[in-house]
């Protein structure tokens, strides 16, 4: 694939595309700022925040994820399980798989938690995090979901996903933490307790901010075990998303890993520094952003979508095997732009979400309650709204309509 998409103009010469930048969690500021992709060293996934030599401690318990239990203790015990025992002397199909202290075995799932170890002790709180271990070897997939604590919709999009999966059937692994900021969740909110932006701290630092050293643990004892992540988002500031993979197209092994998934539009960015995904990718890991609706929601719609195109995923990379109905392939869109309300007062949109649009269409209005003047919204291109503004109030200025443009890449 080229560098850029490179698209021929009226007289046929060959003119090179520029992409926009994008921002994960519709951050319109980091539109705006974002500057040329600069090349950055590939980690060589040496590092660790774990002293040399620490084993795991135990066997992680086979345990059912639909059964209803209480939070594992981040602290492995010296225990022997007695069924780890028994499971000793079978013949294993692939390798145990080493997270958090623990020692997974193949064909089995389990509850781990993991903890950055750097809030006060007393009230500090263990993150769930959920592990299937197939009984056949394979590649291993990450999950995580409410990097942003008011992200609801990639919650139960983890959860319907990891209790779909036997063990006795899937090849490799996949390790799912549905509430990576737990403090975020548990107040509604989208920040750390500190009032940063997790998903501007990766891969982190272990003698940073608080959100620095939280990024670092998390990548450290989790995202560097994995072989592909999808780091699930939402729209912000009461915006919402088509479902909708965010990917560096620029990336062979990315753009070949955005054909598993089944009726998702790709919307290309290359990222922005201290994003999980743009770590993660520089550090070797094939990674995707999802995007599937509002925040403070629970979209049964969307949240079909991302189930479905996980599951398609799971297949494509040969963990699954399920008689699985591949819908028409969505759209690659390589650039995009953003229509601003010209005008203060209340946005009442006439174009719903995934509409297409032409150039000069009117997308919606913005009625100015005390002189009762109507101010319409035109799209600015032809294309596809990927993204937009519930009805609300707005400020002059205010990011309204994401306005997706596929382009015809040579190759494609």
Not at 159 to 183: F, H
Not at 363 to 382: E, F, K, M
Request: hydrophobic fraction near 35%; aromatic fraction near 4%; include cysteine.
């Amino acid at each position: 694939m080229p560098a850029h998409p490179v698209l021929a103009d009226q007289a046929g010469k060959a003119k090179e595309v520029l992409v926009a930048e994008l921002a994960e969690d519709e951050s319109v500021e980091d539109v705006e700022n974002s500057e040329p992709r600069k090349e950055s060293p590939v980690a060589d996934g040496n590092e660790s925040d774990q002293p040399k030599g620490d084993q795991p401690k135990k066997v992680a318990p086979n345990i059912d994820l639909k059964e209803i239990a209480p939070v594992p203790d981040p602290t492995p015990d010296t225990g022997t399980d007695p069924e780890a025992e028994t499971a000793e002397a079978e013949p294993e199909k692939a390798t145990p798989f080493e997270l958090l202290g623990s020692e997974v075995r193949p064909g089995t799932s389990t509850r781990l938690a993991w903890s950055s170890n750097i809030q006060i002790a007393g009230l500090a709180q263990p993150t769930p995090v959920l592990v299937v271990n197939g009984v056949n070897p394979g590649p291993t997939l990450c999950l995580t979901s409410a990097v942003h604590g008011d992200e609801l919709n990639g919650i139960e999009i983890v959860r319907r996903t990891m209790y779909d999966l036997n063990p006795e059937k899937l090849s490799g692994r996949v390790v799912g933490i549905p509430i990576v900021n737990l403090p975020g969740f548990q107040q509604g909110t989208r920040y750390l307790p500190d009032r940063r932006d997790l998903n501007r701290h990766f891969p982190g630092s272990p003698d940073g901010s608080l959100a620095d050293r939280i990024a670092h643990s998390l990548f450290e004892k989790v995202i560097r075990h994995c072989d592909m992540l999808v780091d699930i988002h939402t729209g912000s500031q009461k915006r919402t998303n088509l479902p909708q993979l965010r990917a560096d197209m620029n990336n062979p092994d990315v753009a070949k890993f955005t054909r598993g998934f089944d009726r998702m539009a790709v919307v290309h960015s290359s990222g922005s520094a201290g994003m999980l995904r743009t770590a993660a990718v520089e550090a070797g890991i094939r990674t995707v952003t999802m995007e599937a609706g509002e925040s403070h929601r629970i979209q049964e719609h969307q949240i079909d979508a991302g189930v479905n195109s996980l599951t398609s995923l799971l297949d494509k990379e040969g963990m699954i095997s399920r008689m699985f109905v591949w819908g028409d392939p969505e759209p690659v869109y390589y650039n995009s732009n953003w229509v601003r309300a010209p005008n203060g007062g209340i946005l009442f949109s006439e174009v719903d979400l995934g509409a297409r649009v032409s150039e000069g269409e009117i997308l919606g209005y913005v009625a100015d309650p005390i002189t009762n003047a109507q101010h319409p919204i035109r799209a600015l291109s032809d294309g596809r709204i990927i993204g937009m503004a519930v009805d609300q109030v707005v400020m002059a200025g205010f990011a309204a309509y994401h306005v997706g443009t596929e382009a015809e890449v040579p190759g494609e």
